[in-house]
């Protein structure tokens, strides 16, 4: 109970922040939007289901890369994350906490994402809501690790796109075999497999990446 | 390199470093640190800009691992009230928001109360709804040491507690140590060891 209230209180922590700051949600909006505006213009009028759906992974996933460059920004330019470090609670509850928060803001930028996808490319249908939902839950996983990890470096901004987006290719291939294929099943399997697995490992080696 | 000048009745040793080293990549921050610190005892930590006094204190607080030797601290986690070179605190949060923050993770009983105190006590408490963000760098100090005594720690580790403070807060500063000194233990570090000299129990110099 007090870790999950912990997770609560590291979570609402990075929402308000947010409200103040307006510094990632904003920027992701208006990412994704223009990515898809982008892609309607380049990608030819006969070009088949196939090409759209992996042009919305791939608006989809540097929208993320976006967000992800910002998760950690406040804790990493102004110490606050060696304050978190000292106090009691699981350090794993920290990652736990900006997961969710990214989550939130993931699940958002898709909020507006996914109905600009449908006017522009075409219908979206239930398998693609879920394995947009189940990749949110992977990169929410894996990238609050990373962005971490790339925050105590100095070369930060190129280290996350290096680090994030080779574990990111199984999300895509997941994502875009959950969207376009007869049977999503077992992509749907594959993307919630991989979500459970990256999340226990992440949860596990968090406390390594925030000390040093 | 270190002048181990601490000594102490073992039963009652906090700290405890023998052959204490930190390296960052090639680079040997402390090498051969040997030192005990008793309970309730205060550590005076001194030593030229570079001599690796940041980094012991980091040790001490548990925010970095020696890289060989032995280090054993003997104060849970959430005991220690550490002031580092930042404020660690949010700036786009207020005073009381990064208080409470603290306050919930620390489990700190009768939260708002304490806050209180400890704002009233540091000249804060006007400027409780104030974002951080439009802070001096002595205000913030001084809501860094508010973050670290929230808790009533018993170890405190303070790096340069002085630091961007005004005659006002290093007077309530001075008032604070004086206070507290009988019944904590101390790990300071400064530049102005003349400032803390009548607290310390005993001195480590760095070179």
Redesign the interface.
Known sequence: M?YL??VG??AR?DL??EL??RDTLPAMLLFVVSTLVVFHFVLPGDSSDLAAAGLLWVALIFTALLGLSRAFA?EGE???I????????DRSAIWLGKALSILVFLGLAELVALPAFALFFGAVDGALVVGVVLADLGIAAVGTLLAAMATASRSRELLLPLLFLPLAIPIVVGGVGASVTDDPGRYVGFLALYDALFAIICWASFEYVV?? | MARPGCSADYSGVVIQARGLEKRYGDKRVLRGIDFELARDAFLLVTGPNGSGKTTLL?LC?????PTAGELEVRT???R?G?V??????????TAL?NLE??G????VAECRERIGMLLERFGLWDVRHE?TSSYSRGMLQRLALC?ALLHEPELLVLDEPYSGLDDDGTALLDRELEELRPRRTFVVATHEPTRVERFASSRLALA
Request: aromatic residues 8%.
């Open positions: 007090t209230r912990d209180v590291l922590k308000v922040l103040r700051a406040a102004q110490g606050v060696d304050g978190l470090v000292l106090a009691p609670s000390t040093e | 980091r607080a548990g925010l970095a691992a849970e986690r959430g220690i550490f580092g070179h930042e404020p660690l605190v949010y700036r786009e949060l928001e923050l603290y919930r993770l620390y489990r974002r973050r």
